[in-house]
């Protein structure tokens, strides 16, 4: 195998380490606190962007409906049968 060839064998291994070892660290409830990631806040902060964008399509309501009828029109005469 030549250099650059285990340079990257050697990066990528590297990284999957570096994604296995973020991976454990998260799944640790403490280091999770310590970063903000608990499940409670999470959930919470997701529920009211739910219920923004709920208030907002409700509010909205009226100008976001596609007319019932828009009539198409061609070039040429009219057709008569």
Known sequence: MNKRALIVVGGAFGLLAAGYAIQ???KRDDIREKLGLNDK???QSAS????QV????EDS???SDPP????????GAA???
């Not at 009211?48 to 219920?51: E, F, G, L, S, V």
């Not at 019932?68 to 070039?75: D, G, L």
């Open 24 to 26: 454990r660290l998260l």
């Open 41 to 43: 806040k999470l959930l």
């Open 48 to 51: 009211m962007r739910d219920d």
């Open 54 to 57: 709920d208030a907002s399509s």
């Open 61 to 63: 309501f009226p100008a």
């Open 68 to 75: 019932s009828f828009t009539p198409t029109t061609s070039i």
């Open 79 to 81: 057709r008569t049968e």
